[in-house]
């Protein structure tokens, strides 16, 4: 298993930019893909990036341009540079993993709240 630990995020206006990191741990030579969820009040979780072992990224239509994810394999860590962030952004934001075997594990989330 996985266990994920994130850091970053707050109040911050728009326009402005914000960093979340996530470290894992554990059994991360099982890690295939790593990324970033948010959920906002009343919506769904939704996927915001991902890389994958291969170092392809996926981004959600809203945040392409603006946010970029990376990966650093040797300390199995993801970062998300989140760029002119929109009042839309606001979220709680889930550092997620998906295992080799198909197993998710989720960070604990971190908010980014961001002012107009």
């Not at 850091?7 to 728009?14: E, I, K, P």
Request: charged share 15%; proline share 2%.
């Amino acid at each position: 298993q996985v266990q994920l630990v994130e850091s970053g995020g707050g109040l911050v206006q728009a326009g402005g930019s914000a960093r979340l990191s996530c470290a894992a741990s554990g059994s991360t030579f099982n890690i295939n893909i790593m990324g970033w969820y948010r959920q906002a009040p009343g919506k769904q979780r939704e996927l915001v990036a991902r890389a994958t072992n291969f170092g392809t990224t996926d981004y959600a239509d809203s945040v392409k341009g603006r946010f970029t994810i990376s990966r650093d394999y040797a300390k199995d860590t993801v970062l998300l540079q989140m760029n002119s962030l929109k009042p839309e952004d606001t979220a709680v934001y889930y550092c997620h993993v998906l295992s080799k075997t198909g197993f998710n594990s989720w960070g604990q989330g971190t908010q980014v709240t961001v002012s107009s």
